[in-house]
């Protein structure tokens, strides 16, 4: 059974910085692309950024791009999202997701995990 479990939310001020993990377990995820969405109340989920397993090549949405860093330990199975000079913009639920097509779009990724609050205050 494939799960996916986020950690590191939480509350914190503009300009602070969180780090997310997504922990993978029953399947390898080699050949897979992780990716890290997020909703926001009353929008839609919306692409954040993805690696690819393989070789750890990231690709970034134009509004996090030179704040967020996305990277992968192969030997934990575990990705993560440094989240640097965040703003309240940002606040939302984040979600991690594998698939094995990538893209930026949420309907192309086949696992989930359950979400992890951000919230940013001003």
């Known amino acids: 059974q494939v799960q996916l479990v986020e950690s590191g939310g939480g509350l914190v001020q503009a300009g602070g910085s969180l780090r997310l993990s997504c922990a993978a377990s029953?399947?390898?995820?080699?050949?897979?692309?992780m990716g890290w969405f997020r909703q926001a109340p009353g929008k839609e989920r919306e692409f954040v950024t993805n690696?690819?397993?393989?070789?750890?090549?990231?690709y970034y949405a134009d509004s996090v791009k030179g704040r967020f860093t996305i990277s992968r330990d192969n030997a934990k199975n575990t990705m993560y999202l440094q989240m640097n000079s965040l703003k309240p913009e940002d606040t939302a639920v984040y979600y991690c997701?594998?698939?094995?097509?990538?893209?930026?779009?949420?309907?192309?990724?086949?696992?989930w995990g359950q979400g992890t609050q951000v919230t940013v205050s001003s």
């Open positions: 997701a594998a698939s094995f097509v990538g893209g930026a779009t949420a309907n192309r990724y086949e696992y």
């Open positions: 690696i690819r397993w393989t070789d750890g090549i990231g």
């Open positions: 029953g399947r390898t995820f080699s050949g897979y692309i």
